[in-house]
């Protein structure tokens, strides 16, 4: 089923649609948002099905939910003058079908926990005037709240939506034709050819080809299941410990999604909330991430100590002419990317309809540069399935976090939770920062890292630059924070799949990638001890110091956490990074 024609044809047709409103020039909202939603209903109702049933019902939802969003975008006009109020039964049966569908579709995707939290949203609008006390709201009148959420951009279609639609998309293309390629092939050669004879160095090989991968994956779990099919066996060959082994390829695929320069759909959906320009957010998500991967190889070398890791054989090195010649199925799309964007000043999005063209054509060749007919068909399908596949998982979790979005904005609800962090923390930072940090842990363990931070930032971040954060700043702690379920017990979806990958207890594997991976507990803290660390662009002297002075903190701290035996000498040792990385509140 998963190669028939058909599927092709819609792949290919959902992929044009998502490339063409980079070229097209302005499309109506309410046109190119419901066809984005009519695109992916199929993949994720249908095409996903495991059963019998949901093949019924996922084609009934699809017909039904389909035939609503076309008629929003046929319709789009007259939908304009209503202002956000439904007209009749038909607008409000259209509006119900929008939000079950939407609800269904994420329940499908990624399981309970998000639609949950969408259903209560709705039940707390359509109720919330009868709850007492400040947390009631005066309630707002059927028509007007269904409507809004479903002919208006304040729901979903709202600016979530737009994320999705002509940013998010383009880049899951963009990562599934480099997939279907040799670029995989050529993050591994690479990787092996910088690290793979140094101590520990098929851990540290992980360590770089998971960064590269999951720059452009953009998925903890994803990146897992791909580069640790090929990392987790050669740890395990050359006799690294497999709760080691695993740990590193979780925390290290945990990293990639803080990875500059694409971090997976985070920095785009954080464009859109903060308003910052990309290039920004990229300047000042670059020393965190490097310092992230710092500590992991200060990490991985204690451990090579403990257990005196070797290096990968010479002869099993790849050989020069591979590591440059696949290289090159990665280099040169990354390389169009980071020249239209930065050389040419095109938008991301426009630049990355390049760097796909330029992915394209590499497809038809193999890793020995050689053109290669017979796979390029193959690996075609394989990307424009792929790209569908993925974009209708990652739309689905957006259309339903748009709901929730939606009710915070209608009944005020966002303010209010902003007014209780503020007033639980006394008005301080750090409680705040520890309640936000709580939150998104939590909220973490049951929705993907993107929703987990636009939910918690959307009634956290209000309050953090209200006591002083800038808006960027409070902006990547959230989505810093947002990540520690991939490695954190007790849901830690990293962890589960390497340690099932290699068989291996997962506790022991979480506990060594907790360890391995303690920069993404500190660092967070050490960007608002250190702001100017964010600044590399406006202040690269300051910004450049405070990496270094965090660089030695975290050497401490990892070193101390791993190579140490006494429990009293990793305390102290512990603390004394920890303060290292926190001085820049003294200074």
Same mark, same amino acid.
């Given at each position: ?109 990624? *399981? ?42 304040? *729901? ?44 520990? *160095? ?41 709760? %080691? ?7 290290? !695929? ?27 957010? #990229? ?98 399908? !394989? ?44 008005? %301080? ?120 002075? #965090? ?6 701290? !990892? ?29």
């Amino acid at each position: 089923m998963t190669q028939h024609p058909i599927w092709l044809g819609l792949a290919a047709l959902m992929v044009m649609f998502h490339l063409g409103l980079i070229f097209w020039g302005l499309v109506p909202n309410l046109v190119s948002r419901p066809l984005h939603l009519t695109f992916v209903l199929p993949w994720v109702f249908v095409f996903a099905a495991k059963s019998r049933a949901q093949l019924i019902s996922g084609g009934v939802l699809t017909v039904l939910g389909g035939a609503s969003a076309l008629w929003i975008a046929l319709n789009h006009d007259m939908l304009g003058d209503q202002y956000g109020f439904l007209e009749g039964d038909f607008q409000t049966a259209v509006a119900l079908t929008l939000l079950v569908c939407v609800i269904e579709a994420a329940r499908r995707a990624i *399981g309970w926990p998000l639609p949950l939290v969408a259903v209560a949203a709705l039940g707390y609008a359509l109720f919330g005037d009868a709850i007492p006390g400040e947390f009631g709201h005066s309630g707002t009148p059927l028509p007007s709240f269904l409507g809004t959420m479903t002919i208006a951009e304040g *729901g979903i279609w709202g600016s979530l939506t737009a994320v999705s639609v002509g940013v998010v998309s383009i880049f899951v293309i963009f990562g599934a034709v480099l997939n279907a390629g040799e670029a995989g092939q050529g993050f591994m050669n690479v990787a092996a050819a910088a690290a793979g004879r140094l101590k520990g *160095g098929a851990a540290k090989v992980s360590v770089i080809s998971s960064a590269l991968f999951g720059s452009i994956s953009g998925s903890a779990s994803a990146n897992v299941a791909s580069t640790g099919a090929i990392t987790l066996p050669a740890m395990t060959k050359l006799g690294y410990p497999k709760r %080691l082994a695993a740990a590193v390829e979780a925390v290290a !695929s945990s990293g990639g999604q803080i990875m500059p320069p694409l971090m997976g759909a985070g920095a785009f959906v954080m464009v859109e909330l903060t308003g910052v320009p990309y290039t920004s957010i #990229m300047g000042a998500a670059i020393l965190p991430a490097v310092l992230f991967f710092f500590a992991v190889w200060v990490g991985i070398n204690a451990y090579a100590s403990r257990f005196k890791l070797r290096g990968i054989d010479a002869s099993e090195q790849p050989a020069t002419r591979d590591v440059v010649i696949t290289s090159g199925f990665f280099l040169v799309p990354f390389s169009v990317l980071l020249w239209g964007m930065f050389g040419a000043g095109y938008t991301p999005q426009y630049a990355a309809c390049m760097a796909i063209l330029a992915g394209a054509v590499l497809l038809m060749f193999n890793r020995e540069a050689r053109f290669d007919r017979s796979q390029f068909a193959a690996r075609l399908s !394989s990307a424009l399935l792929n790209a569908a596949r993925q974009i209708g998982m990652i739309a689905s979790i957006i259309f339903c976090a748009s709901i929730i979005i939606g009710v915070l904005s209608i009944t005020g609800l966002g303010v209010k939770i902003t007014s209780l962090i503020l007033s639980g923390s006394g008005g %301080l930072l750090w409680p705040s920062l520890l309640l936000t940090a709580i939150a998104c842990l939590v909220l973490g363990m049951e929705v993907p890292t993107t929703a987990a931070y636009v939910i918690c930032v959307s009634v956290a971040g209000p309050a953090l630059i209200q006591q002083g954060l800038e808006p960027l700043q409070a902006h990547l702690f959230v989505f810093w924070f947002a990540l520690l379920s991939t490695i954190t017990p007790p849901v830690c979806g990293a962890v589960f799949i390497a340690a099932g990958m290699i068989g291996e207890n997962w506790i022991k594997v979480a506990l060594t990638a907790m360890a391995l991976g303690v920069g993404l507990y500190v660092i967070p803290l050490g960007m608002i001890a250190n702001p100017d660390i964010l600044r590399l662009a406006e202040t690269p002297m300051a910004a450049l110091f405070a990496f270094l002075r #965090m660089a030695v903190g975290l050497a401490v701290l !990892s070193y101390g956490l791993i190579a140490l035996s006494a429990l009293y000498a990793k305390v102290c040792v512990g603390l004394l990074g920890l303060a290292i990385v926190m001085s820049g509140v003294v200074f």
